[in-house]
């Protein structure tokens, strides 16, 4: 089956850093990518929609300086959080979609731990 | 989106069938439904949607309700490993659409 690789799984850094979040389809060409983020005890909320070779689109209330996405191939995205502050520890997750019709299932990374002190 | 609505929790013992329901009144005509359940500390993971008719996979069945504004996910034997959120979401076939993730119900299995 489809599967999608999140590199690292865990990840910490001091206030003020940068770190880079990679998402990659293994087996098929994503078009498109979606990020995520969890914060304990809470659903999964959407952050970005990345589609390869263009901008990312941000929901509201996401500041797209300091979440960088690029999706510069159709196998790979990356997030990158720019000055980590101690409230972006969160659990981001990406997932992606196969071609075909839009009721096609979406495939999950593993998330990726972030933790900022 | 159309939302859907789940409870919180529930619990079920191991072996036994779970049926875990998910209302959605407002549910269009082109939206399909679909069960995704996430295990702790990882992604989620895809379990299996439908549109009007049941279906049944390796992992579960689903069973859409006729006016199609109530839907049951079935395990038929949970194990301990099915403790999981599991999220019921409606998805239009539009396209590249993302998953809009509500509360989703957190199953419990006891040995």
């Known amino acids: 089956g489809a599967v999608v690789s999140q590199h690292p799984s865990r990840v910490i850094c001091k206030s003020g850093t940068s770190v880079k979040i990679e998402c990659r389809s293994l087996?098929?060409?994503?078009?498109?990518m979606f990020w995520y983020r969890q914060f304990p005890k809470q659903s999964l909320m959407l952050m970005a929609t990345s589609n390869e070779g263009s901008k990312a689109t941000y929901e509201q209330g996401v500041e797209k300086d300091k979440f960088l996405i690029n999706h510069a191939s159709l196998t790979l995205s990356t997030l990158t959080v720019t000055s980590a502050h101690p409230e972006d520890s969160s659990f981001y997750i990406c997932s992606a979609r196969t071609q075909g019709a839009g009721n096609s299932p979406l495939h999950f990374g593993n998330g990726t731990r972030l933790t900022v002190t | 989106d159309a939302k859907t609505t789940q409870p919180n929790s529930m619990e079920s013992n191991e072996e036994e069938p779970v049926h875990l329901p998910c209302n959605h009144s407002t549910i269009s005509g082109t939206d399909y439904i679909h069960w995704y359940r996430q295990l702790p500390s990882q992604g989620p993971e895809y379990v299996i949607h439908g549109l009007t008719s049941n279906v049944n996979n390796r992992m579960a069945s689903l069973a859409i309700a006729e006016d199609r504004k109530s839907s049951t996910l079935i395990l038929h034997r949970a194990t301990l490993r099915d403790a999981a959120v599991y999220y019921c979401?409606?998805?239009?076939?539009?396209?590249?659409?993302?998953?809009?993730f509500g509360k989703g119900t957190r199953l419990s299995v006891i040995a």
């Open positions: 979401i409606l998805r239009n076939n539009s396209g590249n659409t993302p998953l809009v």
């Open positions: 087996d098929f060409q994503a078009t498109t």
